[in-house]
Structure formats: C-alpha cells, structure tokens
T-cell receptor, first 113, second 111 residues
Framework: NAGVTQTPKFQVLKTGQSMTLQCAQDMNHNSMYWYRQDPGMGLRLIYYSASEGTTDKGEVPNGYNVSRLNKREFSLRLESAAPSQTSVYFC????????????FGPGTRLTVT | QKEVEQNSGPLSVPEGAIASLNCTYSDRVSQSFFWYRQYSGKSPELIMSIYSNGDKEDGRFTAQLNKASQYVSLLIRDSQPSDSATYLCAVNGGGADGLTFGKGTHLIIQP
C-alpha cells in the first residue's frame, strides 16, 4: 500500500499561472482533505470531501477549487496563483465513521513568484 | 470556533530525560485525540491516539487525557535526539470537517 500520494513534490509558478495538485489514496477511505501549512500558522484546512461526490469549504478556501474525481482521488486547483499561496500543501485521508485518524501525503512545496 | 492550544516552544530536553508536551482544547464534545510528529520538511505522522480518560502507553510514548479539564498530554520517556521534531495535537469533534490541529510544539533533545 502506498497510502496517500501527492504530485508534484515541488512547483514554482509565476503570479497568474494555474496548476492542479493531485492526491490519491489506496486505503479505501471515504473522506479526504487539503491543508496548507505556513510558518507560525499551523495546518489550515482549505477544502474537504466527506465522501465521494461531496466537497465543502474549510477555513481558507479563497483562491482554490477542488474536485473529488472518484473515491481515490481529490485534486486541488489554483486558477490564478498569487504570492500569498506560497506554502506547503498536504493532502490527507480518513475513514469516515472511524475515530478520526487522518493520514497525510508527503506534501507539495509551492512557490509563487 | 474550535481551538486547540499548544505552547510553541522550543522545548529543550536533555537526552534520556522525559519530555512532556501539553495541549488544551475548547470543544467539550470532542471525542478523540491524536498526537502527530512532524520532522522538518516532512509530513505529519500519527504516533498516538487516545479516546478515553486516563493514560495510554505505546513503547516510550504515553498519551494522557483529562476530558474534565479539556487537557491532553504526551510524555516521551528516555528521549532520543531522533525525537527532535514538532509535535502536533489534534482533536476530533465528530464533524465532517475532521480534525482541529494545534500549531505544534517544537521539541529539541539535546545530546
């Protein structure tokens, strides 16, 4: 089992460019999450998908969109990147109805210049 | 607004001593509690979970929960330099939005 995988690992964008961060899990989990982590700010929830076919905003959704492609895959899209979106992005998954343990992917380090 | 509070540190502990990390949470209906370890440049890794009042031990790690005081702690016995990391406390209130994370405590084990 690979667990949670994310691509790419690193990305540099210019302001205004768009990109999609990919996340996949092979643990048969129902719920998936996108976080960003900035120094001193901790993990902040961007969007989540409680189950296939549903998505909801988290704490910091502005400037992002998501797609729950199927049970395994949950992508995060930046339509017009801004320097404020420079961050490390983590995807996580969780078995719905369980105690709430989340498992994280390795992260994507994004720099917007 | 659910909140999870941790002292950011750094907490410096000599090798071989006990490291004690603390966390308080605001949501009284929280049901399950987790500790994650995050090395610099890596993703958070789940190391302990606890669901009922009292202590739970796993190797050198002990998690403690006191729901009346809304307090969770993690003890690391016989601390090793490899334990140097940021430790994140996370709380599950049962909502679909999953866990609420603290900002983490930076632990340094001094050889």
């Amino acid at each position: 089992n690979a667990g949670v995988t994310q691509t790419p690992k690193f990305q540099v964008l210019k302001t205004g460019q768009s990109m999609t961060l990919q996340c996949a899990q092979d643990m048969n989990h129902n719920s998936m999450y996108w976080y960003r982590q900035d120094p001193g700010m901790g993990l902040r929830l961007i969007y989540y998908s409680a189950s296939e076919g549903t998505t909801d905003k988290g704490e910091v959704p502005n400037g992002y969109n998501v797609s729950r492609l199927n049970k395994r895959e949950f992508s995060l899209r930046l339509e017009s990147a801004a320097p404020s979106q420079t961050s490390v992005y983590f995807c996580a998954s969780m078995l719905a109805g369980g105690p709430g343990e989340q498992y994280f992917g390795p992260g994507t380090r994004l720099t917007v210049t | 607004q659910k909140e999870v509070e941790q002292n950011s540190g750094p907490l410096s502990v000599p090798e071989g001593a006990i490291a004690s990390l603390n966390c308080t949470y605001s949501d009284r209906v929280s049901q399950s509690f987790f500790w994650y370890r995050q090395y610099s440049g890596k993703s958070p890794e789940l190391i302990m979970s606890i669901y009922s009042n009292g202590d739970k031990e796993d190797g050198r790690f002990t998690a403690q929960l006191n729901k009346a005081s809304q307090y969770v702690s993690l003890l690391i016995r016989d601390s090793q330099p490899s334990d140097s990391a940021t430790y994140l406390c996370a709380v599950n209130g049962g909502g679909a939005d999953g866990l609420t994370f603290g900002k983490g405590t930076h632990l340094i084990i001094q050889p």
